[in-house]
């Protein structure tokens, strides 16, 4: 059974920072390309950022560059998400995503909560 368990979400000023974790089970976490996207109120869930593997290939929102880093540690199953400098418009459902890449099957983890605000 596939679960990807994402924690570290909360309530930040702006300007603050915040690390969010994915910690994944069911499936070879070596053999995923791993995400993070965000759901504000409102608007369409859309990519922050992508991190292949086995190579660590990375890929960021524009809106996001310079500011989040993603990383993994395939020894324990998890992904990361550094997230400096945020903004009131980082305020989202942050969720983690993984594709397996020799099926093409996307699992989602259940999300949480980013609030970045004075």
């Known amino acids: 059974q596939v679960q990807l368990v994402e924690s570290g979400g909360g309530l930040v000023q702006p300007g603050g920072s915040l690390r969010l974790s994915c910690a994944a089970s069911?499936?070879?976490?070596?053999?995923?390309?791993m995400s993070w996207y965000r759901q504000a109120p409102g608007k369409e869930r859309e990519l922050v950022a992508l991190i292949t593997s086995p190579s660590g290939s990375t890929n960021y929102a524009d809106s996001v560059k310079g500011r989040f880093t993603i990383s993994r540690d395939n020894a324990k199953n998890t992904v990361f998400l550094q997230m400096n400098s945020l903004k009131t418009e980082d305020t989202a459902v942050y969720s983690c995503s993984a594709l397996i890449v020799r099926t093409r099957i996307r699992y989602w983890g259940q999300g949480t909560q980013v609030t970045v605000s004075s």
């Open positions: 069911g499936f070879t976490f070596s053999s995923a390309a």
